[in-house]
């Protein structure tokens, strides 16, 4: 029996002696694959940041590139060794397993072949303000396989490429304009009326800095509903929106504090200012 035992070990160790070299030769490759891939890539995403004017598709095509290297190198190692043919047999051979193989890679792919899309063909920038479902971020980065937005509350949040594309995306600084509005409830005093009401509503409006005032973006004030003693007014206006935030949320909030304040120096009597 340890005849047979010493036998079989001999017989794998001249096996192994056989193969050393080839794995050797593998490992050598695999290192300079990774190597360059590393170097190149490096080269290549400096290049194309500095001509490129989209950094989210120069970081894109430098990862691609890296990893699609590395991967030649996996696949020139194995055929070194002689596994490249041996994985493929076994592959093509054994249905189950190609099922269970695709089915585990099914969402990694989906993702990929997402994350190709969007680079390609992208419904946003680098730090776009954008609403997927209900979450609102700002876009920081977009990798093979997630698109990486930061919340206003300071989260980071990673979503699948695959949902990204799938799912309504809203961008609210593609265009660099967003429309806004608010309804202010007026009950008239000694010295008012309706249309002064107005008047002065869209005159604030219209004197803010942040707002755009020219065609086809000019402000404008609607009598929305109308009784003895008073009416409720909604005023229309664009804002610029590459700085979300204080496009949107802190140039309103300021716009409805004034109008408040302003209206209330006039003489009228004002109820509510809602969104």
Do not use: C
Request: charged share 20%; aromatic share 10%.
């Amino acid at each position: 029996m340890f005849s047979d035992l010493q036998r079989v070990l001999n017989t794998y160790w001249q096996q192994f002696l056989y193969i050393s070299p080839k794995l050797l030769i593998a490992f050598v490759v695999l290192v300079l694959a990774i190597f360059v891939a590393n170097h190149l890539s490096s080269l290549l995403g400096g290049k194309l940041r500095a001509k490129s004017h989209d950094p989210l598709m120069a970081d894109f095509l430098t990862r691609f590139s890296k990893w699609a290297l590395i991967l030649a190198g996996v696949v020139l190692a194995m055929e070194v060794v002689g596994l490249y043919a041996l994985v493929g047999g076994l592959v093509a051979g054994a249905g189950l397993s190609a099922f269970i193989v695709g089915f585990a890679l099914k969402d990694i792919a989906e993702n990929f072949l997402a994350g190709v899309v969007l680079a390609f063909n992208r419904p946003f920038r680098i730090h776009d303000t954008v609403q997927i479902k209900d979450l609102v971020g700002k876009v920081e980065d977009l990798s093979l396989r997630v698109t990486l937005i930061k919340t206003f509350d300071g989260k980071h949040i990673f979503l699948p490429n695959a949902m990204v594309l799938r799912e309504p995306l809203i961008n609210f600084t593609r265009d660099g304009y967003i429309r806004q509005d608010f309804l202010v409830t007026v009950e008239f005093g000694e010295a008012g009326n309706a249309q002064h009401a107005a008047d002065l509503l869209l005159n604030y409006v219209r004197s803010n800095q942040g707002v755009d005032t020219k065609d086809p973006h000019t402000p404008y004030v609607i009598l929305e509903k109308a009784t003895a003693t008073g009416v409720e007014l909604r005023a229309y206006f664009w804002t610029y929106s590459e700085d979300y935030r204080r496009g949107t949320l802190e140039l309103k909030s300021e716009l409805m504090r004034d109008v408040k304040a302003g209206l209330a120096e006039e003489g009228y009597t004002v109820q509510t200012v809602v969104q």
